[in-house]
């Protein structure tokens, strides 16, 4: 059984190189999907001091929403809709300095000002869940989040099952 995290460092780098192996340890030995997820989820709103995270199921035409911490969301999201049903369709990361500019974008919180999603894959290269990080700031995200969120949701993509 994990005990509490602690995640040490000032910069956004630090503290993913802190936060990583304490959440590779969080699931090892563990092999139900959404306990393991639901820990990720915490583990990140709480090591990072995200506002918003969870993660949204592909299941048939839609993205239904999975585990999660924070306010309550929306709960299905077409194919190509808002950012994370974009970011399903263009099988990509997708960093949105400022929801207000994102064409279609789902405002699940009005508090919500800049956000970043991240697409997981089966080993034939569907996206099987899609990762969605909210911040109450503007341009909270860059390629540091975008580097570190791929290494969580590879983590994710061996542990789903
Ligand atoms: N903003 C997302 C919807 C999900 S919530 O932010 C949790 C979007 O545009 O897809």
Same mark, same amino acid.
């Given at each position: 059984?994990?005990?509490? *995290?602690?995640?040490?460092? @000032?910069?956004k780098?630090?503290?993913?190189?802190s =936060? =990583?192996p304490?959440? %590779?340890? !969080?699931? +090892?030995?563990?092999t139900? $999907?959404i306990?393991? =997820?639901?820990?990720?989820m915490?583990? *990140?709103? $709480?090591?990072?001091?995200f $506002?918003?995270?969870?993660?949204y199921?592909?299941?048939?035409?839609e993205?239904? !929403?999975?585990?999660?911490?924070?306010? /309550?969301?929306c709960t299905?999201?077409? =194919?190509?809709?808002?950012?994370?049903?974009?970011?399903?369709k +263009?099988?990509?990361?997708? #960093? /949105?300095?400022? /929801?207000d500019? &994102?064409?279609?974008h789902?405002?699940?919180s009005? *508090?919500?000002?800049s956000?970043? /999603? #991240?697409p997981? &894959?089966? %080993?034939?290269?569907?996206v #099987? !869940?899609?990762l969605?990080?909210?911040?109450?700031h503007l341009?909270t &995200?860059?390629e @540091?989040?975008? &580097?570190? *969120?791929?290494q969580?949701?590879?983590?994710?993509? %061996?542990?789903?099952?």
């Amino acid at each position: 059984m994990a005990e509490s *995290l602690s995640v040490s460092g @000032t910069t956004k780098k630090e503290k993913y190189e802190s =936060l =990583l192996p304490q959440i %590779k340890a !969080l699931i +090892e030995g563990e092999t139900d $999907f959404i306990a393991n =997820l639901s820990n990720i989820m915490s583990a *990140l709103k $709480f090591g990072m001091d995200f $506002f918003w995270v969870g993660v949204y199921h592909v299941k048939e035409n839609e993205l239904v !929403l999975g585990p999660f911490q924070g306010p /309550v969301a929306c709960t299905r999201i077409g =194919l190509g809709k808002g950012v994370c049903g974009t970011a399903w369709k +263009e099988k990509k990361t997708i #960093i /949105v300095e400022d /929801v207000d500019q &994102f064409p279609g974008h789902i405002a699940c919180s009005s *508090l919500s000002k800049s956000e970043i /999603v #991240i697409p997981a &894959f089966d %080993k034939k290269g569907n996206v #099987i !869940l899609i990762l969605d990080v909210d911040s109450k700031h503007l341009a909270t &995200f860059d390629e @540091t989040d975008k &580097f570190y *969120l791929e290494q969580v949701m590879t983590i994710i993509s %061996k542990c789903a099952n």
